[in-house]
């Protein structure tokens, strides 16, 4: 062989054979070296680290996150019975805002400062309408002034019952807990005040207090479900903070779940899924890999018939892993949900790169070449094949250090760079440890006459022993190994117009199902599987009407915050707007309402008590069916208008389900009734009445309070939650009506609320962004990944005969979108992330299938033959190894990333067959026997 033509391998062999041990330290110190550096490489599984760090929206973001501090909050999710769920989170609240982790805890409303401002926080128009319903404080007066009030505004106007949804529905929670303590105290004869102790039914004071305050919980349309929310003290970014707040939270519940056990207590919000998400792929990640190298170790041990050859292919491939996590330290710092698989991602890929050079250099051997002769006869022909094959794949990798989008250009570097890393430690070591491996064989059989060692192949003790014979007589038995696939390749080649016609059919459809496969814009989809944190964030806006996160925007001014409100309040998918301005009324309103409730004081304070009389129960009686008419008017109404916050908090109080027409008779409402019409004992009914009226004078004396209020009247929850840790502004909360998982609710929840403010950032918006930039980075990718492979294979092959290589990737590629249709995978923010690795990928079995083809000498249809019985073998196996890396990756639990497994698992697999099925056929046809 002639040195000049391949100099660059013929020195790399002669290295090799001189400087076997110095390769081996050079790479020793640098694993080792890059062992420390990858030990400080932390987990970001937060979905927010994905975004482009660049786009405006993301800055405001980050923006609001530094004044305001995480506004995302962990949510203590309690689920159970009403009496069981409030007594658990009347201990859980004063211990969660003791915890150091958290910054603001919220488990109910601040009713002390509605009792002692309530009237001057209303509208005007809500102002009138509730002097009016309390105008009497008296037990059968507060029902007649709600009825009056509900026919006057909602019972024929769909219309007010939209404007007033979520008012209407906080009032009916606790109307319902006010006719469920106003029932329990009618049930309850009240004995003599000395055997009082017994007795465990709340008092009449807390149904008046629901009545005019409403419920303080945080409850579920249902009540059978508390939130607690809370905000971190440190953002969702500081990965060993939110580590610490789980632990704290979690540590907190477990001291308090053994006295509730009737009580699911869980944790959700998007830290916790984020925690979830990092649990799971750090521990799946293990698994997987270890499985992964498991399994090829044994299919490697199959093929080379030995176990040495294997674990030194595998050796040098962890050695490239652990250089590739070095540089990820050194770069960002960090994994992302899409880095983390980048171990799995090489295990699959590099493991090629072994393949093929050990196959050529044991070909070699087995030919009767020198050591030196068959290091660069590898080099020289299949390394340049591997390494072409190498540099498209990190090309295609690299390709999307172009996107916007961090976690689409992390997770490129470090597949790219870590591509290229591998390569480089299989071409330093991996060569080295064969000479070694050969030498000690040589030592042991070649030279003293003894046995080969058991580990050796068939075809090396087949050399041994056939001393005499031509070396085409050797490679035959050597092919012959696997001659099926050379059977296979050849009869494409005979019969193109079939395989071709067959092909072109399933292109054709492949083409018509990319335009039917859907999008997954539901992002909990891709979430892990049976993850608590995820069903809850399910359940939660059915459960309680509206979605669990909003969007954000930073007012200038209180008065801005209430103008901001207002507007966002009018948008379809808004179900509701929290902002200071709710707590803050206006200069002229306090001047318009002041004499207006002093005049109010002045009639309670006039008003004298009403004696219960006989008939006085009748008329209650009437009021409360009055007050059931009223409710079963408003029901219909609001189910005709799709106002199913309305609907479910009437059917709880009720009992019956307006979509099905059944009855619960133990609701509260029906027993209410049972009870008056059965009659009430005259002393029970006599305490009641005085203790309601009572209670009723004195909250809404004190609602009526003319008092102007400043920011420093506020509940410390309310400054927490609206006003900034530094700087200034204030900021407003709009809080989408339903969870939105499509893409029109997206664009139009986003498109309602920027027509409002420019300057609204919220996870739609977020995840909308997100979703754009990968899909925009993912087609900018792949189309330059396609441009970088046609300049690396022309360059390769000198010439267009090169562009045949293009052929089973595509054909490959294209019939693997067919198979995602089929068997019904959707695309995804992470499965569209494999185009462009596809591409990098899929092209490596028509570089070496081509490059063996033309290397190989005689009739085309016996090159053929002769190439893919031999190629084929190695193509299969690094088809395998790479769709088990691969394939792991679909046995994640998260289902995105078990998403990109399964589509680059069929795109691996398909590019094989079309390289054994295709490629032959497209030879036949643009070579013409040449």
């Known amino acids: 062989m002639s040195e000049n033509k391949h100099m660059w391998a013929t020195r790399l062999a002669r290295l090799t054979i001189n400087h076997v041990w110095l390769l081996?330290?050079?790479?020793?110190?640098?694993?080792?070296?890059?062992?420390?550096?990858?030990?400080?490489?932390?987990?970001?599984?937060?979905?927010?680290?994905?975004?482009?760090?660049?786009?405006?929206?993301?800055?405001?973001?980050?923006?609001?996150?530094?004044?305001?501090?995480?506004?995302?909050?962990?949510?203590?999710?309690?689920?159970?019975?009403?009496?069981?769920?409030?007594?658990?989170?009347?201990?859980?609240?004063?211990?969660?805002?003791?915890?150091?982790?958290?910054?603001?805890?919220?488990?109910?409303?601040?009713?002390?400062?509605?009792?002692?401002?309530?009237?001057?926080?209303?509208?005007?128009?809500?102002?009138?309408?509730?002097?009016?319903?309390?105008?009497?404080?008296?037990?059968?007066?507060?029902f007649r002034g709600l009825n009056n009030d509900y026919e006057r505004e909602y019972t024929d106007s769909e219309s007010n019952l939209r404007r007033d949804e979520v008012d209407i529905a906080r009032s009916l929670l606790g109307m319902h807990r006010a006719l469920e303590v106003l029932a329990d105290n009618l049930a309850t004869p009240y004995p003599p005040p000395a055997a009082q102790g017994g007795n465990n039914t709340p008092?009449?004071?807390?149904?008046?207090?629901?009545?005019?305050?409403?419920e303080p919980w945080i409850l579920s349309l249902d009540r059978r479900m508390l939130l607690i929310l809370c905000q971190p003290l440190t953002k969702m970014t500081e990965v060993d903070s939110i580590l610490i707040m789980d632990t704290e939270i979690e540590s907190i519940l477990d001291t308090v779940r053994p006295q509730f056990p009737d009580v699911s207590a869980d944790l959700t919000g998007f830290s916790k899924i984020s925690q979830d998400e990092m649990n799971s792929i750090n521990i799946y990640t293990v698994i997987l890999s270890l499985i992964a190298i498991i399994l090829i170790y044994l299919i490697l041990a199959w093929s080379f018939r030995g176990w040495i050859m294997p674990f030194i292919a595998l050796v040098t491939l962890i050695m490239g892993i652990i250089w590739t996590r070095a540089l990820l330290f050194l770069l960002f710092g960090?994994?992302?949900?899409?880095?983390?698989?980048?171990?799995?991602?090489?295990?699959?890929?590099?493991?090629?790169f072994a393949i093929h050079l050990i196959s050529r250099f044991n070909e070699e051997m087995e030919m009767g070449r020198s050591l030196f002769d068959a290091l660069v006869k590898m080099f020289s022909e299949t390394g340049v094949a591997v390494l072409t094959g190498a540099l498209t794949t990190a090309a295609a990798f690299l390709t999307l250090l172009i996107g916007k989008t961090r976690g689409v250009y992390e997770f490129g570097a470090a597949s790219g760079f870590g591509v290229l890393l591998t390569l480089i430690a299989i071409f330093l070591t991996l060569p080295a440890l064969m000479v070694i491996r050969k030498r000690r064989q040589m030592r042991r059989s070649g030279r003293s006459g003894s046995a080969m060692p058991p580990d050796l192949s068939a075809a090396d003790r087949e050399l041994d022993s056939a001393k005499d014979g031509n070396s085409d007589e050797r490679r035959a038995k050597i092919l012959e190994a696997m001659p099926v696939l050379g059977k296979i390749a050849g009869a494409s080649w005979r019969h193109p117009a079939v395989f071709t016609a067959v092909t072109l059919i399933i292109v054709a459809f492949s083409i018509w199902a990319k335009q039917h496969i859907d999008f997954e814009y539901d992002f909990l989809n891709l979430e892990p599987k049976g993850l608590r944190s995820i069903?809850?964030?399910?359940?939660?806006?059915?459960?309680?009407?509206?979605?669990?996160?909003?969007?954000?925007?930073?007012?200038?001014?209180?008065?801005?915050?209430r103008t901001l409100r207002d507007q966002f309040k009018k948008k379809p998918l808004v179900g509701d707007v929290s902002s200071i301005s709710d707590y803050i009324p206006p200069a002229d309103r306090i001047k318009r309402y002041t004499p207006e409730l002093l005049k109010f004081r002045t009639a309670l304070n006039d008003y004298r008590p009403k004696e219960w009389r006989a008939g006085d129960l009748r008329e209650l009686a009437a009021e409360i069916n009055r007050f059931w008419d009223n409710l079963d008017l408003m029901s219909n109404l609001a189910y005709t208008a799709g106002l199913d916050r309305i609907?479910?908090?009437?059917?709880?109080?009720?009992?019956?389900?307006?979509?099905?027409?059944?009855?619960?008779?133990?609701?509260?409402?029906?027993?209410?009734?049972?009870?008056?019409?059965?009659?009430?004992?005259?002393?029970?009914?006599?305490?009641?009445?005085?203790?309601?009226?009572?209670?009723?004078?004195?909250?809404?004396?004190?609602?009526?309070?003319?008092?102007?209020?400043?920011?420093?009247?506020?509940?410390?929850?309310?400054?927490?939650?609206?006003?900034?840790?530094?700087?200034?502004?204030?900021?407003?909360?709009?809080?989408?009506?339903?969870?939105?998982?499509?893409?029109?609710?997206?664009?139009?929840?986003?498109?309602?609320?920027?027509?409002?403010?420019?300057?609204?950032?919220?996870?739609?918006?977020?995840?909308?962004?997100?979703?754009?930039?990968?899909?925009?980075?993912?087609?900018?990718?792949?189309?330059?990944?396609?441009?970088?492979?046609?300049?690396?294979?022309?360059?390769?092959?000198?010439?267009?005969?090169?562009?045949?290589?293009?052929?089973?990737?595509?054909?490959?590629?294209?019939?693997?979108?067919?198979?995602?249709?089929?068997i019904g995978e959707k695309y995804n923010f992470m499965n569209l992330i494999a185009v462009p690795i596809i591409l990098g990928i899929g092209i490596d079995d028509g570089i070496h299938a081509l490059h063996r083809f033309r290397n190989e000498k005689g009739k085309a249809s016996d090159r053929i033959y002769k190439s893919y019985s031999f190629i084929g073998r190695a193509i299969l196996l690094t088809t395998l190894t790479t769709m088990i890396g691969f394939g792991s990756i679909s046995f994640y639990t998260m289902r995105g990333m078990a998403s990109f497994g399964r589509v680059l698992f069929m795109g691996v697999g398909t590019c094989f067959l079309a390289t054994i099925l295709v490629l032959p056929a497209a030879l036949r046809l643009f070579t013409r026997n040449k």
Request: aromatic share 6%.
């Open 24 to 142: 081996l330290i050079t790479a020793g110190v640098i694993t080792v070296i890059s062992i420390i550096l990858s030990s400080g490489l932390e987990m970001r599984m937060n979905w927010t680290d994905l975004l482009p760090p660049d786009n405006p929206t993301v800055k405001g973001y980050r923006e609001i996150q530094d004044r305001f501090g995480d506004v995302a909050s962990l949510v203590v999710v309690l689920e159970g019975d009403y009496d069981r769920i409030t007594e658990m989170a009347e201990i859980l609240e004063p211990r969660l805002k003791n915890a150091k982790s958290l910054y603001n805890v919220q488990a109910r409303l601040p009713l002390e400062f509605f009792r002692q401002h309530g009237f001057m926080l209303l509208k005007p128009d809500q102002f009138k309408r509730m002097l009016k319903m309390y105008a009497d404080p008296s037990l059968i007066g507060s």
């Open 203 to 214: 008092s009449i004071e807390t149904a008046v207090d629901a009545m005019t305050l409403g």
């Open 334 to 352: 960090g994994l992302n949900m899409f880095t983390t698989m980048m171990m799995l991602v090489l295990l699959g890929l590099g493991v090629d």
């Open 535 to 561: 069903q809850l964030q399910r359940e939660i806006p059915d459960r309680f009407g509206m979605s669990d996160h909003a969007a954000w925007v930073v007012a200038g001014s209180v008065e801005e915050s």
């Open 647 to 822: 609907v479910k908090a009437i059917d709880g109080i009720t009992g019956t389900q307006t979509e099905t027409g059944r009855v619960d008779s133990s609701a509260v409402l029906p027993t209410l009734t049972r009870l008056l019409q059965n009659g009430i004992d005259d002393a029970t009914i006599r305490r009641v009445a005085e203790s309601w009226e009572r209670r009723m004078q004195a909250n809404v004396f004190a609602m009526a309070n003319p008092a102007s209020i400043s920011m420093g009247d506020l509940p410390e929850v309310i400054r927490r939650n609206h006003l900034p840790r530094k700087g200034s502004g204030f900021l407003v909360h709009v809080v989408p009506r339903k969870y939105l998982f499509s893409k029109e609710q997206l664009v139009q929840f986003t498109e309602q609320t920027e027509a409002v403010s420019s300057k609204i950032i919220g996870t739609e918006q977020l995840m909308f962004i997100m979703l754009n930039g990968i899909l925009a980075d993912g087609s900018k990718a792949a189309l330059l990944a396609l441009l970088v492979i046609i300049i690396l294979v022309l360059i390769h092959f000198r010439g267009p005969i090169g562009l045949l290589s293009l052929v089973p990737l595509a054909v490959g590629a294209l019939t693997m979108i067919g198979v995602m249709y089929i």
